[in-house]
């Protein structure tokens, strides 16, 4: 089955041939973090190592790094560090180019021993940028392929998994056609570090729009399964015998309840641009 998933949210991505969960690529990137790293630096042999192993490991100098982010996907240039010096003092109006010809690219940023403790944590939205606040708002969204006018949302937020433990900035999404509860279904919501946990989230993203295609709304097989309110009716019912009262506890929809307690109520603030309150408080 061939299956196109629609950006209705952000930058178009370029995916696998055989995998539309799979981003390989993407034209526009953003540059948050530009750097450079020397001999000195006392990590710096596990640094370079994937360079080494590649047959890139040609500047003992020491390298000057550009780290590119998508919505979906992360690139690291290697190249020298006059380069990357002279590019930073031509970049002060956003308009200098870079010949990448010079250096080497590698898919997604380093992680590991030296540079675990050499990159900041960074996040989508920026408030210094334009955004709501460090860490909370959209990035990106996808069309759901069976539910008309339905979308699945990627955003950062600050939660708490219980009540009384301090907010952390986290990152999941949204289905708007079935209202999935990602914060009490274990494994959809992860801590929000950087580009490979905003890549992480689109994946799921669209492995659920995936799994709709292939099987189905509602469908025992598909990850897209609406409830239908039955939850809520049980809720409700199971407070009108506790207080012997006749109206309802909740909204008796998913989508009322999403819209007012939910996920969709922090889409809803994030789209008009407001910090939402910390979800799960």
Known sequence: MSITITNTYGTAHKVSDTNPAHVTSCDNYRLPLVGTITADNPAYDDMVEMLRENGHDT???GYGLIFLESEEFSVTYFGSIEQIETYQRENIDGKATLDTSQGVMYAKWPRGKGWDDFLPRTFWNVKARGGI????GLVTAFAHTETPGAEVVV???????????????????HCTGCHLDTFHDCGHVQENTGPSSRRWAARQARQHIISAARHGVGDRDSACR???????SLVNEATRQMWGTTGNAVPDTDDAYCATKGPCSIIREL?????SPVYRA
């Not at 606040?133 to 909370?136: L, P």
């Open 271 to 275: 789209r008009a641009g407001s910090r």
């Open 155 to 173: 955003y950062e937020f600050e939660g708490k998994w219980l009540p009384d433990s301090e907010p952390q900035q986290l990152v999941t999404y």
């Open 226 to 232: 609406p409830n239908n309110g039955e939850i809520l």
């Open 133 to 136: 606040a460090d860490g909370v």
């Open 59 to 61: 500047r003992p100098e």
